[in-house]
């Protein structure tokens, strides 16, 4: 089974503080991806990455950056976190072609900033 | 651009009975569709998806979804539901072509909150 694997699953950070939010898969997936899940929103995308090293922005990309130095990991940065940044962050992959019609999903972080 | 417009944001319902979740889009490209289930504290778990063929698709746990291009919709059912059915689902869209970049940027709707009663 693809595991997609968000290490944090609860955080509270203070406003002002940088964060960092840890994805991993272990399928060898070239694309990745950060959503951010609102009530009444839905889950909108904030960056993705169709390999390493490359990134693009999504529909809604500021106060976030990313990085991806390795194939399996795709790292979403808060550089300084604010209370409009406290959400449930959802990471995302999925293969490129074949049977890369699937994406999936972890389980989420749910980032509070006090 | 894609949207996405789920019509209902809470569907409530007793056991057993039948239910359909409504979910209409907009694209200026062909698109692939998608329904995710979100159980509480959990992530997203895909329930079916559309890509081509028939437009009647089903998928886990006894939902189904019919694929109606000229009315731009993708409504999901499930002739019977569980108490374990009580989640959010999500229905969404990419980009068709599942060899391009552009796929899985997906576009999501709003979410219905499928609350099945005893």
């Known amino acids: 089974d693809v595991k997609v694997t968000q290490s944090s699953r609860y955080l509270v950070k203070r406003t002002g503080e940088k964060v960092f939010l840890e994805c991993v898969q272990d399928?060898?997936?070239?694309?990745m991806f950060w959503y951010r899940q609102d009530p009444g929103l839905g889950l909108r995308l904030i960056y993705f990455s169709y390999d390493v090293k490359m990134k693009e922005k999504g529909d809604i990309p500021e106060g976030y950056s990313v990085s991806r130095e390795k194939k399996e990991r795709f790292s979403l940065i808060l550089e300084s976190a604010s209370t409009n940044q406290t959400s449930m962050y959802l990471c995302?992959?999925?293969?490129?072609?074949?049977?890369?019609?699937?994406?999936?999903f972890g389980e989420g972080s749910w980032l509070t900033v006090v | 651009a894609q949207s996405v417009t789920q019509l209902d944001s809470q569907v409530p319902v007793f056991e057993e009975a039948p239910v359909e979740l409504r979910c209409n889009y907009s694209s200026s490209v062909s698109v692939y569709l998608f329904w995710y289930v979100q159980y509480p504290n959990q992530g997203l778990q895909l329930l079916l998806k559309?890509?081509?063929?028939?437009?009647l698709v089903k998928g886990i746990n006894g939902f189904e979804a019919e694929f109606n291009k000229s009315q731009t919709s993708f409504h999901l059912r499930k002739p019977s539901v569980h108490i374990s059915d009580t989640a959010e689902y999500f229905c969404?869209?990419?980009?068709?072509?599942?060899?391009?970049?552009?796929?899985?940027?997906?576009?999501f709707g709003q979410g219905t909150i499928l609350t099945v009663h005893p």
């Open positions: 969404a869209v990419t980009p068709g072509g599942a060899g391009g970049t552009s796929y899985g940027k997906l576009t």
């Open positions: 995302a992959s999925r293969a490129i072609g074949g049977g890369g019609n699937t994406i999936y």
């Open positions: 399928m060898d997936h070239e694309n």
């Open positions: 559309y890509l081509s063929g028939s437009t």
